[in-house]
Structures are given as C-alpha cells and as structure tokens.
C-alpha cells in the first residue's frame, strides 16, 4: 500500500505560479509511474502529466505543454509539478496519482491506470 499526500495548492492570479508536491510513504517498484490528474466542479477527472519512475517518457495534457513540469525525486519520494502562467481554467482540485507495471507513456494520462491516489490539493486562479 502507497500513500500519496499533495501539497502546495493555493489561490493565484492569472499569470502566476504554483509548485506542487506530492509525498509517497513508499518507492515505487523500478516498473511505477506517478502522475497529476485535476478536477473541476461539474467535470471529470483529467489526466495532467505522469511520468515512470526510472524517468523516460512523459505525459501532458495539450492543455498544459509548454507551462507545466513534472518532475520527481525518488531519494525523497515525492512527485512535483510546477505550474507557471497559470491561467483561470486551470482551477481544479489536483491529484497525486502512482501505479505499477509496465505502461506505454501514452497511457499515463488515462486514470484508470493509477492504484494509489492522494486527497488533492486545490488549486484556484483568479483573472
């Protein structure tokens, strides 16, 4: 059993950054994968961006390239995800997610692929 705890949520105006972090109580097996995932009210969960363990490929959703960066620190066990120009639709509750096995990168969007997930962290971004 992993337990996943995000932190690092907070309100921001557009334009802005958030770095989250998640912490794991556990390392993943060499074959895991870790990922964000956010929800809005009155939408479904969305894949954000996952990456393996070992490191390799990554996932993003086209709606957050080129401004969001996973990233992750296996000595410590935590995930991170900095968010910079932050913009109003990105206001959602953010997910920790982790998984075992082996997974094509292109699947590290799907949550369906995730075992472990954490409570969430909101996050809120003002015009």
């Known amino acids: 059993q992993v337990q996943l705890v995000e932190s690092g949520g907070g309100s921001v105006q557009a334009g802005g950054s958030l770095r989250l972090s998640c912490a794991a109580s556990?390392?993943?097996?060499?074959?895991?994968?870790m990922g964000w995932f956010r929800q809005a009210p009155g939408k479904q969960r969305e894949g954000v961006s996952g990456?393996?363990?070992?490191?390799?490929?990554?996932y993003y959703a086209d709606s957050v390239k080129g401004r969001f960066t996973i990233s992750q620190d296996n000595a410590a066990n935590t995930l991170y995800l900095q968010m910079n120009s932050l913009k109003p639709e990105d206001t959602a509750m953010y997910y920790c997610?982790?998984?075992?096995?082996?997974?094509?990168?292109?699947?590290?969007?799907?949550?369906?692929?995730?075992?472990?997930w954490g409570q969430g962290t909101q996050v809120t971004v003002s015009p």
């Open positions: 997610a982790a998984g075992v096995g082996g997974k094509p990168w292109t699947r590290l969007g799907l949550a369906s692929e995730y075992t472990y």
């Open positions: 556990a390392y993943l097996r060499s074959n895991g994968f």
């Open positions: 990456i393996f363990t070992l490191g390799g490929g990554t």
